[in-house]
């Protein structure tokens, strides 16, 4: 339902108007189409977000096809000051039938989690559910030309590389940021000439912040002593980052495409030679985006973290590896990376020769096929040709467990399995994460190491099958392009 006209909104395309109108349009967002489109504004009561909303407002008076929303996180629930800008929020929303969610944070930061990385991790988690909730297919920030030179200069500080040098992004999926080519002054003025109402938050002063540090002493002693137009100069460097890194990310897509061996649920096996061909910095993107791939979300890798992943794709020794916060991990494997994160779930599946089937748990599907013609796959991919005969009994997918035993293709006899994937550089924390697949109680196949000497294909017989373990086929993962080489070393 269309509130009444606010009596300190001009309706007239004032340059925030205009800016935000130019951006939605550009975006292809509004456009030609006559959809009605829903956008959720994160709102903290200050003057940036309150200028957002109060353009939204004025948008939506004059475009039937614009819904809005907003949201209020209240970060400090404990605070007297947070519950006052709270319900400021709550009064100008309802005055003008803007539906308004408004949530505490309860929660708690995670070890070795800065205030600031918690906080900034909570909001977009919560702006993410109420967009779903309320049915908007977009949330808008109120970003600015400000806020873009801060986020740049905090992360030249601390060493990030090209990607971290991109910053904040006007589209980053269903986030938008429509007013990052405005300056905070443009906002503040908007908000004072058109008598919107805007409480800030009074932490914003606090200078034990690193963000405040450099809003308030860093960037005001630059402009002094070096540059008149610092925070210009950092926000093109940023824009100019940004544009270099889109590039970057399509090639690091192709790249991670044709280098994935197998990707399933907390794992991912990348082919080294396959990244080897693209420059270096496409390496070491692809590599930070399977890091992500597979930790579900952003990580925050430094430059010096790119820098060791490559040299231990490089120079690393078998069996060697790097670990990251969020139990993630990086393990060299002849010519693969396996990146793994969080604790491995138990896996256990029933197969039957010639009948394909999925494997949620892992991702993946397991896919048969009658009689293989050589040359015969020994088992060191994630394919293996098994001689079977007259099949009966259990056939059973499941982790590598202590006190296998298990008997090589071309081995003398049984050895232990956990002794035999120490001989092949398997890292003990990787062990029982191993695949293998049980006949009768008896391993036959230990995945992407080796089948057993009793299944052994000697040639063209009824009762051999080849099974290849694929990563399953979802819109997500070919729209990423994850795409897995099943092909014999």
């Known amino acids: 339902m269309k509130g009444k006209k606010p009596k300190y909104i001009n309706s007239s395309a004032e340059l925030v108007e205009a800016e935000l109108a130019r951006f939605l349009i550009e975006q292809r967002i509004l456009g030609n189409t006559d959809s009605t489109q829903g956008f959720l504004a994160a709102v903290s009561g200050g003057s940036d977000s309150m200028a957002l909303l109060a353009a939204h407002y004025s948008l939506y008076q004059a475009d039937s096809r614009v819904r ?44 070795g989690e800065s205030p600031e990385a918690w906080m900034r991790r ?29 986020t740049v200069l905090q992360r030249v500080v601390a060493g990030t590389g090209l990607h971290g040098l991109a910053a904040i992004k006007a589209r980053r999926g269903t986030i938008l940021r429509p007013l990052l080519g405005l300056e905070k002054k443009d906002l503040l003025n908007y908000c004072i000439d058109h008598r919107i109402p805007f409480a800030d938050d009074p932490t914003n002063d606090d200078l034990r912040r690193t963000r405040n540090s450099i809003r308030h002493v860093v960037l005001p002693l630059l402009e002094k002593e070096l540059n008149p137009k610092v925070r210009t100069a950092l926000y093109r460097l940023g824009r100019w980052a940004s544009e270099a890194d889109e590039l970057i990310e399509a090639q690091a897509a192709e790249c991670l495409g044709k280098a994935v061996r197998i990707f ?12 080897l061909p693209y420059f270096n910095v496409i390496r070491k993107t692809t ?5 992500c791939r597979v930790a579900g979300s952003e990580v925050q890798l430094q430059g010096h973290d790119l820098d060791r992943l490559a040299d231990l794709m490089l120079f690393g020794r078998t069996g060697t590896g790097l670990e990251y916060p969020g139990r993630i991990r990086v393990l060299k494997h002849r010519r693969e990376l396996i990146i793994t994160c969080g604790s491995h779930q138990e896996v256990l599946y029933k197969l039957t020769p010639g009948s394909n089937q999925e494997l949620p748990g892992l991702r993946m599907q397991a896919i048969w096929s009658a009689c293989p013609s050589p040359p015969y796959h020994s088992g060191d991919t994630t394919s ?17 467990q202590e006190g296998d035993h298990f008997f090589p293709l071309g081995a003398p006899g049984p050895k232990r399995l956990f002794r035999f994937l120490r001989d092949r550089n398997v890292p003990r924390w990787h062990k029982s994460r191993t695949l293998v697949l049980e006949l009768n109680q008896e391993i036959i196949w230990v995945v992407k190491q080796r089948i057993s ?27 990423d392009g994850i795409v897995a080489n099943d092909r014999k070393k």
């Open 384 to 400: 293996a040709d098994l001689a079977l005969g007259d099949f009966a009994g259990d056939l059973v997918l499941r982790n590598a």
């Open 453 to 479: 000497q009793k299944v052994r294909v000697d040639g063209p017989e009824n009762g051999n099958w080849r099974l290849c373990l694929r990563p399953m086929k979802s819109s997500g993962e070919t729209k």
């Open 68 to 111: 809005l929303c907003a949201a209020h996180l209240l970060h400090h629930p404990d605070s007297v000051e947070a519950h006052r800008r709270a319900e400021f929020v709550r009064h100008f929303c309802a005055e003008f039938n803007i539906p308004l969610v408004v949530k505490e944070l309860i929660s708690r930061a995670l070890v």
């Open 122 to 150: 909570e909001r977009y988690a919560f702006l993410q559910a109420t967009a779903l909730e309320q049915n908007c297919a977009w949330i808008v920030t109120a970003h600015h030309r400000d806020d873009q030179a801060e």
């Open 264 to 275: 399933q649920k907390g794992e991912i096996v990348l082919d080294i030679d396959a990244i």
């Open 287 to 291: 590599l930070r985006n399977a890091i």
